[in-house]
């Protein structure tokens, strides 16, 4: 998976094609999928992911999204679909705690109010 996060950010994918980030990213709703099945490994890499490199093409949507240089791309607050958090999704069914301890290790340093 953070192979081909790797080649969709630093530009080897969709070079001739019009970059939409936040389409690519977001919309899909990565991190809600990966929450609602149940993977702590991969929610863990999802948290902590900061690519390598970014295209020149994406650096500024890029940074505009994660705040600061460094952040995780992929973060336990994004609101997604409906309006719920990760943080929603993983409170729900039961089972999945190992899911949402991932989700609040807070590797981005995300305030959580709840």
Do not use: C, W
């Amino acid at each position: 998976m953070k192979k081909l996060l790797d080649l969709l950010l630093d530009g080897n994918i969709g070079a001739r094609e019009q970059p939409l980030l936040r389409s690519a990213m977001f919309e899909m709703g990565l991190l809600h999928r990966t929450v609602r099945r149940n993977s702590r490994p991969l929610v863990e890499l999802l948290s902590r992911y900061v690519p390598e490199r970014i295209a020149n093409e994406l650096s500024l949507e890029y940074a505009s999204l994660v705040g600061s240089e460094g952040s995780p791309l992929f973060r336990p607050d994004a609101v997604g679909p409906a309006g719920l958090t990760p943080l929603h999704v993983a409170a729900g069914p039961d089972g999945s705690e190992d899911v949402l301890n991932a989700l609040t290790n807070d590797p981005g340093q995300v305030i959580l109010l709840l």
